[in-house]
């Protein structure tokens, strides 16, 4: 890729673009589920990990956008759902307090094993270096996420920060795109939107003009007949630096 096949700026997202944070909760709910052991009994902590995972699939398939910003009280519904499910299968009743526990437990340990993937701290830099005009595009609550870009140094990194929780809108809405381009004082051809959510990273933005790159770390593929298609898939931030010549 040469330098002149660069856009003019990118909107880049957060969480599972620049920082590992909410991939792969099978594992995270797993770990917990095995934590509380002993409280579970006799259930085996995977059976309830699945009943979690699937809980928690179910509650954000259909969720309003506000859940995003109460992200803590949204965990502890689902884990009383999943151990809802569970008796409803015929096991014993879970108590409503070890449900907050163990809600409050997965959302400390997300924050404990959040890192900045390997690379993307130089690649955002890089791209800086080029005079590309910069964006981190994020959802999710004010306190939360503006902690994350503090703890992971990447205030300074950009040239506008915009957080649902403090703009009082989030992706996939238009004006969340429209809103961070303005502020770079660039358009639609001239941007590119980079992030791992197929359809706030490349869906709406595409509708809108923009370059859509989708950021499949784990490099599991687009999900089975999926009709969404990204202008270009990367597995990390680097893979978009130009190559020194």
Do not use: C
């Amino acid at each position: 890729m040469a330098v002149r096949d660069l856009p003019r700026a990118m909107l880049i997202d957060m969480d599972d673009t620049i920082l590992s944070a909410y991939g792969r909760p099978e594992i995270a709910w797993n770990t917990i589920a095995s934590e509380f052991a002993d409280e579970l009994a006799p259930l085996p902590p995977e059976q309830v990990a699945t009943a979690l995972l699937a809980s928690a699939r179910k509650f954000w398939s259909t969720a309003e956008p506000i859940w995003r910003i109460r992200l803590g009280e949204a965990r502890r519904l689902t884990v009383r759902g999943g151990f809802a499910a569970l008796a409803a299968d015929g096991h014993r009743a879970l108590p409503d307090e070890l449900a907050d526990r163990i809600a409050d437990r997965f959302t400390a340990y997300r924050e404990e094993e959040m890192f900045v993937f390997p690379g993307a701290h130089e690649a955002i830099d890089a791209f800086k270096a080029l005079g590309i005009k910069l964006a981190l595009v994020t959802n999710g609550a004010a306190d939360m996420q503006r902690a994350k870009v503090e703890r992971f140094a990447l205030g300074h990194r950009f040239d506008h920060i915009q957080i649902e929780g403090e703009h009082g809108f989030g992706k996939p809405e238009e004006r969340a795109y429209l809103h961070a381009m303005q502020a770079l004082g660039v358009t639609a051809p001239d941007t590119w939107m980079v992030g791992d959510n197929l359809e706030w990273e490349v869906v709406a933005p595409q509708r809108l003009g923009i370059y859509a790159i989708w950021m499949d770390v784990h490099g599991v593929g687009l999900p089975v007949g999926s009709t969404i298609k990204p202008d270009r898939i990367i597995r990390s931030l680097a893979e978009l630096v130009p190559a020194a010549r």
